[in-house]
């Protein structure tokens, strides 16, 4: 986190779910999902989310994977993740 007086950028990392995908790495199917946010305080209160993106990782290997910020609300609701959702790959073991 970066303060500068009484204001500051922190990020976050928050985890959504557990999802289906087969990780490319280590061919494991333990996944996770997580929401990463750069976000603007102010007193140590959330004023403005600056940046967001979802991803990925393999609870076996450490792969990450970025996903396609369209594509979030089918993964939310379905629980499964696509290779065709993967943006990029991030890491990979």
């Known amino acids: 986190m970066i303060f500068i007086g009484v204001f500051g950028l922190k990020n976050t990392e928050e985890k ?31 004023i403005i989310t600056l940046k967001k993106k979802h991803v990925i990782a393999c609870r076996t290997c450490k792969s990450i994977y970025k996903l396609k910020e369209n594509k979030m609300e089918e993964i939310l609701l379905k629980g499964k993740v696509r290779y065709e959702d993967v943006e990029e790959i991030v890491k990979e073991y």
Request: some cysteine; overall charge negative; charged content about 30%.
């Open 16 to 46: 959504l779910r557990d999802v289906d995908f087969e990780c490319t790495g280590c061919l494991s199917e333990k996944v996770e999902l997580y929401a990463l946010r750069r976000v603007f305080e102010f007193f140590f209160i959330p």
